[in-house]
């Protein structure tokens, strides 16, 4: 497991906050920050159910392993796809957070969810995350906790708008006086995206490749909008005529072309958030404008575009991959000042 630095304090605290969210799951320890960061992929035995790795050793083993071995991730659209998976995942997580030792105490959780999940989704996380050691669960919005998380004052009346881009869901939230007044919900997001590519090159070249090669196709040369210079990848795949290896380039352009949906939905989901804005709330985000969180939110030009369609001003919040948990971190280091943000 690879872990990130963190002082250790004498007095160890089992208060945890968890954003399980599709693409990473981060966990943050009250007292010590953020202790675990790692892709939400587990590996088990199908025959014991036996857990053999999670996180990064998990993801290296996605579509390579044999019929002994199921390795995948457990979250979809930012809410549970497999239960029992999902479970022994956060069990391995806080184990390793624990360094492998039992604590006596069961920890106290604050669980990041999105906006628009329903009851029974948020009643499988909860119950999840007590299966997996808490004894105590609380939940807040994404939007809420990245809000919290990007440095918006979302204490005061005015008005704060934050997009939150993620691996499975894109959250459009106005905030104020610590409580969401109009929040928008899609299942867009980062794996949308790479599965996007993923039939734009199928159906353009017959070429088949997996969804962690688009990942990268679309770190590296994604773009919402097509600047002067051309980039170009090499990409590697099953040719699905021959069904021989096959190499190809592919350039910038295209996958702005296999982009293009995608972003639209998001744009779209943006745009209903601001029709739906109260007038005097209105005015402030005139002033305050757009912030930007979530991974995907990285997409190069995409605050160009998003200024270009809501003519207000965009920016992209420090270390926007973190918000949510550094949001959640925050609400479980002052509890009693953010408990009006924790969802009911």
Same mark, same amino acid.
């Given at each position: 497991?690879?872990?990130?630095? /963190?002082?250790?304090?004498?007095?160890?605290?089992?208060?945890?906050?968890?954003? !399980?969210?599709?693409?990473?799951?981060?966990?943050? @320890?009250?007292?010590?920050? &953020?202790?675990?960061?790692?892709?939400?992929? @587990? %590996? *088990?035995?199908?025959?014991?159910?036996? @857990?053999?790795?999670?996180?990064?050793?998990?993801?290296?083993?996605?579509?390579?392993?044999?019929?002994?071995? &199921? $390795?995948?991730? #457990?979250?979809?659209?930012?809410?549970?796809?497999?239960?029992?998976?999902?479970?022994?995942?956060?069990?391995?997580? *806080?184990?390793?957070?624990?360094?492998?030792?039992?604590?006596?105490?069961?920890?106290?959780?604050?669980?990041?969810?999105?906006?628009?999940?329903?009851?029974?989704?948020?009643?499988?996380?909860?119950?999840?995350?007590?299966?997996?050691?808490?004894?105590?669960?609380?939940?807040?919005?994404?939007?809420?906790?990245?809000?919290?998380? $990007?440095?918006?004052?979302?204490?005061? #009346?005015?008005?704060?708008?934050? +997009?939150?881009?993620?691996?499975?869901?894109?959250?459009? /939230?106005?905030?104020?006086?610590?409580?969401?007044?109009?929040?928008?919900?899609?299942?867009?997001?980062?794996?949308?995206?790479?599965?996007?590519?993923?039939?734009?090159?199928?159906?353009?070249?017959?070429?088949?490749?997996?969804?962690?090669? $688009?990942?990268? &196709?679309?770190?590296?040369?994604?773009?919402?909008?097509?600047?002067?210079? +051309?980039?170009?990848?090499?990409?590697?795949?099953?040719?699905?005529?021959?069904?021989?290896?096959?190499? !190809?380039?592919?350039?910038? /352009?295209?996958?702005?072309? %296999?982009?293009?949906?995608?972003?639209?939905?998001? *744009?779209?989901?943006?745009?209903?958030? !601001?029709?739906?804005?109260?007038?005097?709330?209105?005015?402030?985000? %005139?002033?305050?404008?757009?912030?930007?969180?979530?991974?995907?939110?990285?997409?190069?030009?995409?605050?160009?575009?998003?200024?270009?369609?809501?003519?207000? #001003? @965009?920016? !992209?919040?420090?270390?926007?991959?973190?918000?949510?948990?550094?949001?959640?971190?925050?609400?479980?280091?002052?509890?009693?000042?953010?408990?009006? /943000?924790?969802?009911?």
């Amino acid at each position: 497991m690879k872990f990130l630095p /963190a002082v250790l304090t004498r007095y160890f605290s089992n208060d945890l906050g968890i954003d !399980l969210g599709t693409a990473n799951t981060i966990i943050y @320890v009250k007292n010590r920050g &953020i202790v675990l960061d790692q892709p939400s992929v @587990v %590996a *088990i035995k199908t025959s014991t159910h036996e @857990v053999l790795a999670a996180g990064d050793r998990a993801k290296d083993m996605l579509g390579k392993t044999p019929e002994s071995i &199921i $390795a995948c991730r #457990p979250m979809r659209d930012g809410v549970i796809a497999n239960y029992q998976l999902t479970e022994s995942m956060l069990r391995f997580f *806080i184990k390793e957070v624990h360094n492998n030792r039992t604590t006596l105490v069961r920890p106290r959780m604050i669980v990041g969810v999105p906006s628009g999940i329903t009851q029974v989704e948020k009643r499988a996380i909860e119950d999840s995350a007590k299966q997996a050691g808490a004894r105590e669960v609380h939940t807040i919005m994404e939007p809420m906790a990245a809000a919290i998380g $990007a440095g918006l004052n979302v204490e005061d #009346p005015t008005g704060n708008m934050i +997009v939150d881009i993620g691996g499975g869901t894109t959250e459009v /939230a106005i905030i104020s006086l610590k409580d969401v007044v109009y929040c928008k919900s899609v299942r867009m997001g980062g794996d949308e995206m790479d599965r996007a590519i993923v039939q734009y090159v199928k159906r353009k070249y017959n070429l088949l490749i997996g969804e962690r090669t $688009a990942e990268v &196709i679309k770190i590296n040369i994604g773009t919402a909008m097509l600047g002067s210079e +051309v980039q170009e990848a090499t990409i590697k795949g099953r040719d699905l005529m021959t069904g021989l290896p096959k190499t !190809l380039t592919l350039t910038d /352009a295209e996958v702005f072309e %296999a982009l293009t949906e995608p972003i639209a939905i998001i *744009i779209d989901a943006v745009r209903s958030a !601001l029709e739906n804005t109260p007038p005097e709330l209105s005015s402030d985000l %005139a002033e305050r404008g757009i912030t930007l969180a979530g991974g995907t939110s990285q997409l190069k030009n995409l605050t160009t575009l998003l200024e270009a369609e809501t003519k207000l #001003p @965009v920016r !992209l919040a420090d270390d926007p991959l973190r918000c949510v948990i550094t949001g959640i971190g925050k609400v479980l280091d002052n509890l009693d000042f953010f408990r009006d /943000a924790l969802m009911r």
